[in-house]
């Protein structure tokens, strides 16, 4: 179909205009900290030596770092751990020079009020599931994760609550919801995605039907509180990576590749605690495996990036622009998700379609 036909439809022209207006974003990502309360199962950051770097504790050397990172063209940045409420200075210093960006915690301390990022806070599971997958460095598990979370975040704007399907958790997040929807807050899913070399089982297929169903669930019961779309559902539970459905955009992928990289991959590097990157672990998640990656983070960028993909059928591109539109409600504060444009129950997009596409990547 082609792309101006597409426009020609007022409700898909109007959501196109509001996504468009935030195609300038350039992000990087930038670890805070080395140093975290809990070990979570198949924790990204204490996968490969991260976690052995030497933090830069100077608030001044901060403050000139994200200034220069600000003039390579930066717009947004993405904070992350270890656990980044722990390097409190270091966010200060990054909101001083970059207007918009996410702080991903585990809430079990309160960031500053005044930082106006948003604020990712990690679930894992209910009152007992969470606990026993996230214990603290010490091996002691902490009750009620999420009451401490609700705590010090209560009447927040900022945060968006972020749930990790596992395989093991789905029928733990029905009471989940329920709390944070009680509590006036947000959420969206995540589904894990085990590090290189990660010693646990990969999701099966019969697992990641179950987690789409309880995605779908989630989105037509909770519409005010679950910031999802059905075409998130379906391409984080595929049998595909997203790798392998669209071509992973990050400079790590290209990397691996022997490519040049593109878009993205010409402006976003990881830093560590140390100021320093390797392109070679330039990604959004460093140290997962491409081949089973469905990150809600990885998506955001990957399946942004392949609009192209996405004009065959007005369904298709329907899909994308919630699938963008999403992925915006969750990382930028402020903004007001529209209302859903594709209305499938997750068996009448078709997939198939959108694999045929797919073969066009590189």
């Excluded at 969470?130 to 598990?141: E, K």
């Excluded at 401490?148 to 789905?170: E, P, S």
């Excluded at 129950?345 to 066009?360: E, V």
Aim: aromatic share 10%; net charge neutral; proline share 4%.
């Amino acid at each position: 179909m082609h792309f101006t036909e597409l426009l020609e439809q007022p409700e898909i022209l109007d959501c196109y205009r509001k996504v468009k207006r935030y195609f300038y974003l350039r992000e990087s990502a930038y670890d805070v900290s080395s140093k975290c309360q809990l070990r979570c199962e198949g924790c990204y950051y204490f996968q490969g030596d991260k976690y052995t770097t030497q933090d830069v504790v100077s608030a001044d050397v901060w403050r000139q770092f994200f200034v220069a990172e600000r003039d390579r063209g930066i717009t947004y940045a993405v904070l992350a751990g270890a656990e980044p409420s722990l390097g409190p200075h270091v966010l200060s210093a990054c909101f001083e020079s970059i207007a918009m960006g996410t702080i991903a915690s585990n809430g079990l301390r309160k960031i500053d009020p005044g930082i106006r990022y948003r604020v990712h806070l990690s679930v894992w599971g209910d009152a007992e599931g969470d606990s026993i997958l996230r214990p603290t460095a010490g091996g002691r598990q902490i009750p009620n994760i999420l009451d401490t979370q609700l705590q010090n975040y209560r009447n927040d704007d900022r945060v968006v609550f972020v749930y990790t399907f596992n395989g093991a958790n789905t029928d733990q997040v029905d009471s989940v919801v329920r709390l944070i929807e009680s509590e006036g807050h947000k959420i969206t899913f995540n589904v894990f995605s085990p590090p290189v070399d990660y010693p646990g089982p990969r999701l099966s297929e019969k697992q990641r039907e179950r987690i789409r169903r309880k995605m779908l669930d989630m989105i037509n019961r909770f519409p005010n509180t679950v910031l999802y779309s059905v075409y998130n559902a379906l391409v984080h539970t595929d049998d595909k990576s997203l790798d392998e459905q669209f071509g992973c955009v990050y400079p790590r992928a290209a990397s691996l590749r022997g490519k040049v990289p593109r878009g993205i991959g010409q402006t976003f590097r990881s830093y560590r605690t140390d100021l320093t990157h390797l392109v070679g672990n330039d990604c959004c998640v460093p140290d997962t495996d491409c081949s089973a990656c469905r990150h809600y983070a990885a998506g955001s960028a990957i399946v942004t990036a392949r609009m192209g993909l996405h004009t065959e059928t007005a369904d298709l591109f329907r899909a994308w622009l919630d699938y963008v539109d999403t992925y915006l409600s969750v990382w930028v504060l402020g903004y007001q998700r529209n209302r859903r444009l594709y209305n499938g129950n997750g068996d009448s997009l078709s997939i198939r379609s959108a694999r045929t596409l797919l073969t066009r990547v590189e």
